[in-house]
């Protein structure tokens, strides 16, 4: 394992390549993102990682098949990495302790999944603000609405009608 630092704005994976390198980040943020380029290209945010978090993507890292999405610095990072080859080295005797990895992942997405179908704009924005209040500070509203499953607009509006509450 080897520690790096990057820039904010960074990208440290791109769509279509495969991932050859799991970062935990040591202090920093980043974002999952894929692009459109069908009709015009926009990027769309689908997963945050803060402090702690280990980055990789699903498919990915694990199966060595090409991403599907992109992954960027929000803000200067600390990461610390595992190259394919050393996680192949280690994976004999470590197997459960990355399951295990890999299960609370899957289930934070899965719980994201069901809240992003289940509960209000409101409730979203609430939930995220509670857990990750710090993200306001540097992801991009545009960013942080499509994660939500909402416009930039109605974001903005949610945001005026709480701050009045």
């Given amino acids: 394992m080897s520690e790096e ?3 904010k704005g960074t990208k440290i994976l791109y769509q279509r390549e495969v991932q050859k390198r799991a970062w935990f980040i040591i202090k ?3 974002r999952e993102f894929k692009e459109d380029q069908n009709n015009h290209p926009q990027e769309q945010t689908t997963w945050f ?3 702690g978090d280990l980055i990789y993507t699903v498919p990915g890292f694990f199966s060595q098949d090409p991403v599907l999405s992109s992954v960027e610095l929000l803000e200067d990072s600390q990461l610390v990495y595992l ?3 050393d996680y192949v080295h280690l994976k004999n005797g470590t197997a459960l302790l990355f399951d295990k990895i890999r299960d609370h992942y899957e289930s934070l997405r899965q719980q994201y999944y069901i ?3 289940h509960l209000s704009g409101k409730e979203k924005y609430l939930q995220l603000f509670k857990v990750h209040p710090e993200l306001f ?3 991009k509203q545009k960013d942080i609405a499509y994660f939500l499953g909402l416009s930039p607009n ?3 509006r ?3 009608t709480i701050d009045r509450e």
């Fill in 5 to 7: 630092s990057f820039k």
């Fill in 28 to 30: 920093g943020s980043a």
């Fill in 49 to 51: 990682w803060f402090d």
């Fill in 83 to 85: 190259k394919i080859e």
């Fill in 115 to 117: 809240s992003k179908s």
């Fill in 137 to 139: 500070n540097y992801a």
């Fill in 154 to 156: 109605s974001l903005s």
């Fill in 158 to 160: 949610l945001r005026r």
